[in-house]
């Protein structure tokens, strides 16, 4: 635990130090008395990494379980409810002490954004995560993990030809989020493209928690034309569900995009279950992918599981492992032995 606080207080001394700056640099935000708080995920490992079709990798990794990021979150509680907010947040990897989950990512690369909520919902305005990811990643036993889940894999790191178009992070995104009546939130996402693409985004969900069950209805709409290559116009559909079974939680999620620009149709399944096992839990995820299109026919399954020992309430000792095949291509073997610490 030690080791992992000693990784986890460089990215956190940065983000301090931009604290401290920004509030000495703006004499109104210091005189205002701001609550605020410094958050964030370490996580460290070290294995193979072998996407299908991919040459094997041995190297340290930043985002196995889940992704490293540091965040910064300021809000001040104004009169009947109102509370406006401010929220950055940065991914970081270890490998290279750099911020960012590629170099080509902004500064602030996983959340920034001004923010509003009151008795009638919450307004977001600025660098968005999807509506889409989060329910992929809360509809999956394997959660967030990049590396090792198959949810994840096939939806955003697998190419478009069997994916989603663009990023899971939207900049110059506004949101709403009703009010959470008896468990049930309706949410809305607008962005607008970078200047060179001259398209939109927009999305919605409809997420439903209720005792034992939870379920999600998520569509994505991206529309982009630069007036030179082929335009895009993608319509994805996402339902996700879990159930805690009692000795184990159940996952399932089902997705269809249809890409009129690549003339091109996917249908991703993907099914997982998590359970207490000896003194740690299990987690196993499946998920299978057949996209279709004008000279396409792509199949693509992948099964991976995960092992996690919590050494306390903030950190996890984990193991875990990915088989990934797409037809015509080498089959892919990926295996990580890490810790993840939660700081807040």
């Not at 001394?13 to 401290?20: C, E, H, K, P, T």
């Not at 590629?102 to 919450?122: E, I, M, T």
């Not at 082929?230 to 000795?247: F, M, S």
């Not at 015509?328 to 032995?337: E, F, P, Y």
Request: net charge positive; with cysteine; aromatic share 10%.
């Amino acid at each position: 635990m030690k080791t992992m606080d000693r990784f986890a207080a460089a990215p956190r001394r940065w983000l301090q130090a931009l604290v401290a700056a920004a509030l000495l640099g703006c004499p109104l935000l210091a005189q205002a008395q701001l609550d605020y708080g410094i958050y964030g995920v370490a996580d460290l490992s070290w294995g193979r990494f072998e996407p299908s079709g991919s040459v094997k990798d041995d190297r340290f990794n930043s985002n196995s379980l889940s992704a490293t990021f540091i965040g910064l979150n300021v809000k001040d509680s104004l009169t009947d409810g109102w509370t406006p907010g401010l929220t950055l947040e940065t991914f970081f990897r270890f490998q290279d002490f750099a911020t960012g989950r590629k170099p080509s990512d902004p500064l602030l690369s996983r959340n920034a954004f001004a923010s509003l909520s009151s008795p009638y919902g919450s307004v977001r305005a600025g660098r968005l995560q999807t509506y889409l990811f989060d329910t992929t990643v809360r509809f999956n036993a394997l959660g967030n993990s990049i590396a090792f889940s198959p949810a994840v894999r096939h939806m955003f790191q697998s190419g478009n030809i069997e994916g989603v178009q663009g990023d899971f992070y939207w900049d110059r995104a506004v949101s709403y989020s009703t009010p959470n009546v008896d468990g049930l939130t309706v949410n809305t996402m607008y962005a607008k493209g970078a200047a060179a693409h001259r398209g939109d985004y927009g999305a919605a969900s409809v997420v439903w928690a209720r005792g034992l069950f939870a379920g999600a209805l998520s569509v994505q709409r991206v529309h982009l034309n630069d007036g030179i290559n082929v335009p895009t116009i993608e319509n994805t559909l996402q339902v996700g569900a879990t159930y805690d079974l009692g000795i184990a939680r159940a996952f399932a999620e089902g997705t269809w995009t249809n890409d009129v620009g690549l003339a091109l149709r996917s249908h991703v399944v993907s099914l997982g279950l998590s359970a207490p096992l000896g003194p740690g839990s299990l987690a196993v995820q499946g998920a299978f992918t057949r996209a279709n299109g004008l000279a396409i026919d792509r199949k693509h399954s992948s099964a991976a599981a995960a092992y996690l020992y919590a050494y306390d309430s903030l950190t996890d000792l984990y193991v875990a492992a990915m088989d990934d095949r797409v037809r015509g291509q080498t089959r892919g073997r990926s295996a990580a032995v890490g810790i993840r610490h939660k700081f807040e």
